[in-house]
């Protein structure tokens, strides 16, 4: 869809890339780790009673957080799950 499609262009533009993007529309978020031919930063999400948080590492020690699959894009609604196929 229009993440995928986003993201296989900034690869053609731009080979080598690794970056990580969180999109919303205000009811869902759609998170991404990508890099490619390298290894890429970390992702993760947390879910609470206060919410869904997304960060570059966990803000504290905690087993609460997920970190997120590299190379694949993942939606955050009620439970994260991801989006059809891999980018």
């Not at 087993?63 to 955050?76: E, F």
């Amino acid at each position: 869809a229009g993440v995928e499609a986003a993201i296989r262009d900034v690869i053609r533009q731009a080979p080598g890339s690794a970056f990580c993007v969180v999109i919303t529309d205000g009811h869902e978020m759609a998170a991404a780790r990508i890099a490619d031919g390298q290894p890429c930063d970390s992702l993760y999400v947390r879910r609470d009673a206060d919410g869904t948080t997304v960060a570059s590492e966990p803000l504290e020690a905690s087993d609460s957080w997920t970190a997120l699959p590299q190379n694949a894009v993942t939606r955050i609604t009620t439970t994260p799950a991801p989006m059809d196929g891999a980018w």
